[in-house]
């Protein structure tokens, strides 16, 4: 933001026009980025002190259960913006600003504008969609509005002193909070440099929180307090190297505060302000909420639940997140998880989640974990980041807030197993899950047939959705009992079920030997991917010469196309993180 100064004086003259004695509220959302529940001290939190937030939840309702979908920003503010899925619309890898049918997808904002309100936006843009303008979202006929006199307001206060940027290093003179008082997480080992990162994180968030304190206090000062529903949330979890990016609960698990003016008492999601929430809410409800608590439209293909108001509905049982690549990472997850039970599913586990991250090892405590680890001086919990991955993972994240006890094969948890597996699946088909085929993939598809990867995978001919779930559950199974199964998929004509064919026998490791004559034709096949996998099993297999030189030549093939390059490095880098 090159112009805060300007912008604050800008925001505070929208507040400072008398609201209307209407019967829909203003809405004043107050979003602080990357930090988790962790870092909030009415949530428990062990080192920051966010007192101002925390007085917010006296005053208001706070919620104990809500859940951000893609546990990283672009992918989560395409969420937002749309009220859809990113991985229904195509959006959800990083920084991928791939195109959606914007006349069948309608932003929220157009429609609280049509709706009366004047709306703005204190810096929450970076949509991850191609099309549109992310500021023009904001704008009339290419400018900010005035509000008008009576106009009841929308507004968004976006905080980022609490982004990830601020955990780099600083001189340890401008750190206030003392590392050695810093409780950290299981699974980070105690080295001086990740104390450090967790002493410069607390100070960054405790910033924020008084800038939440100064927002709420120029609200009052402008007399618009009463006549104003005050949402606070994160923009998703984090900081710290295992949370932001990741769907473990320090990833997704965040803050939601909403408070209330008493002459809206029917909207009250509780009995009395100062009292905790239950319900399940997930970021891709926050949408239509807004539009249902201004009386605007609400679009039939909006995705979420509302869950505050006179048009609330039925709270969900479940929330489904997910990742994929996040800036040079490749990866694909999905997670299903109720209040208790977490349920993830590693589609690409040969990669472990401690991929080198450029961005991500700019803490200082990302790249001392990597050195002790190196080293060989991490412990099972401490170690397990930079490792390779089961296929699923199962948390009770109440006694394991941590998610670092796996209870996949306890067969005490066997019927919520199957219960959060089967209700992914079905969410999975019900959103046309657009990632069962690898990012470039799907692109390829998409673009053949003149359409955009929202379009592609609605139509079941170009995407069969459940061939692809069923055929990846095999090959993640890394069960020896399906090699015959998988090298006749190798002759399929779907390169998609010929890629995921070709994961199995990788993952099938040493078990794979039957099929070796299988996988050296593959080294050919049309499909880069397919290749690419085929080479990386031989490679395993000991036929390292033949893999180096398809892989070559792969590389050599995509000189020419700089994104297919770069994807090609992701994809080295999932297989061979150190390589």
Same mark, same amino acid.
């Given at each position: 933001m090159k112009h805060p100064a300007l912008l604050s004086t800008l925001l505070l003259a929208v507040w400072s026009l008398s609201s209307p004695a209407a019967d829909r509220p203003n809405i004043l959302w107050i979003t602080s980025e990357d930090n988790s529940i962790s870092w909030v001290s009415c949530?428990?939190?062990?080192?920051?002190?966010?007192?101002?937030?925390?007085?917010?939840?006296?005053?208001g309702f706070r919620y104990l259960h809500c859940f951000d979908n893609a546990a990283?920003?672009?992918?989560?503010?395409?969420?937002?913006?749309?009220?859809?899925?990113?991985?229904?619309?195509?959006?959800?890898?990083?920084?991928?600003?791939?195109?959606?049918? /914007?006349d069948k997808i309608p932003y929220y904002p157009d429609l609280l504008r049509q709706a009366g309100y004047h709306v703005a936006n204190g810096g929450k843009?970076?949509?991850?969609?191609?099309?549109?303008?992310?500021?023009?979202?904001?704008?009339v006929n290419g400018k900010f509005p005035k509000r008008k006199p009576g106009q009841n307001f929308f507004q968004i206060r976006n905080i980022g002193d609490s982004h990830e940027s601020r955990a780099f290093p600083k001189k340890a003179g401008d750190v206030k909070s003392d590392p050695a008082k810093m409780i950290l997480h299981s699974y980070h080992p105690d080295l001086p440099e990740m104390r450090m990162t967790y002493a410069t994180y607390t100070d960054a968030v405790q910033r924020m929180d008084a800038k939440v304190g100064e927002i709420l206090q120029q609200l009052k000062e402008n007399g618009n307090a009463e006549n104003t529903i005050v949402v606070y949330c994160s923009d998703h979890g984090g900081v710290?190297?295992?949370?932001?990016?990741?769907?473990?609960?320090?990833?997704?698990?965040?803050?939601?505060i909403v408070r209330i003016p008493e002459k809206w008492k029917h909207f009250w999601p509780a009995q009395k302000p100062g009292m905790t929430v239950d319900r399940i809410v997930s970021f891709v409800d926050m949408p239509k909420t807004f539009l249902s608590l201004a009386g605007a439209r609400v679009p039939k293909g909006y995705q979420g639940k509302i869950f505050l108001g006179d048009g609330i509905e039925k709270a969900p049982n479940y929330h489904l997140s997910f990742r994929e690549r996040a800036d040079e990472c490749a990866d694909t997850v999905r997670g299903m998880r109720d209040a208790r039970y977490a349920y993830i599913k590693n589609y690409m586990p040969w990669a472990p989640n401690g991929q080198r991250l450029d961005y991500m090892w700019k803490m200082a405590g990302a790249g001392a974990?990597?050195? /002790?680890?190196?080293?060989?001086?991490?412990?099972?919990?401490?170690g397990r980041f930079f490792k390779p991955r089961p296929s699923a993972e199962f948390y009770d994240t109440v006694s394991d807030f941590d998610n670092v006890n796996n209870l996949i094969d306890d067969p005490q948890h066997k019927a919520k197993i199957a219960e959060l597996k089967q209700a992914m699946r079905?969410?999975?088909?019900?959103?046309?899950?657009?990632?069962? *085929?690898?990012?470039?993939?799907r692109l390829r598809r998409a673009e053949a047939n003149g359409m955009t990867i929202y379009e592609m995978v609605r139509d079941p001919k170009l995407y069969p959705l459940e061939k692809y779930l069923d055929f990846s559950d095999i090959a993640l199974s890394r069960d020896p009992a399906?090699?015959?199964?998988?090298?006749?998929?190798?002759?399929?004509?779907? &390169?998609?079920?010929?890629?995921?064919?070709?994961?199995?026998?990788?993952?099938? &490791?040493d078990k794979a030997k039957p099929a070796v004559k299988t996988l050296e034709a593959a080294l050919n096949d049309k499909c880069s991917e397919v290749q690419m996998m085929a080479a990386?099993?031989?490679?395993?297999?000991?036929?390292?010469?033949?893999?180096?030189?398809?892989?070559? &030549?792969?590389?050599?093939?995509?000189?020419?196309?700089?994104?297919? *390059?770069?994807?090609?490095?992701?994809?080295?880098?999932?297989v061979h993180p150190s390589g």
């Open positions: 949530y428990g939190s062990k080192n920051a002190k966010t007192p101002n937030i925390d007085r917010l939840a006296g005053e990283v920003c672009a992918p989560t503010r395409s969420t937002w913006i749309t009220g859809h899925y990113a991985i229904s619309i195509g959006t959800q890898p990083m920084r991928s600003r791939y195109q959606i049918p /914007h843009t970076d949509y991850n969609i191609g099309g549109r303008d992310d500021k023009a979202v904001w704008k710290l190297p295992r949370s932001k990016r990741f769907l473990y609960s320090s990833g997704t698990h965040c803050p939601l974990w990597e050195k /002790h680890y190196q080293a060989g001086k991490c412990n099972a919990i401490t079905k969410k999975q088909l019900e959103l046309f899950d657009s990632g069962l *085929l690898p990012e470039n993939m399906n090699l015959n199964q998988l090298v006749r998929a190798m002759k399929d004509p779907d &390169e998609g079920i010929r890629y995921w064919a070709t994961c199995g026998l990788f993952l099938l &490791e990386w099993a031989m490679h395993r297999l000991g036929f390292e010469k033949k893999a180096e030189s398809t892989l070559a &030549e792969v590389k050599n093939a995509a000189k020419k196309d700089k994104p297919f *390059l770069e994807s090609i490095h992701r994809w080295m880098n999932a």
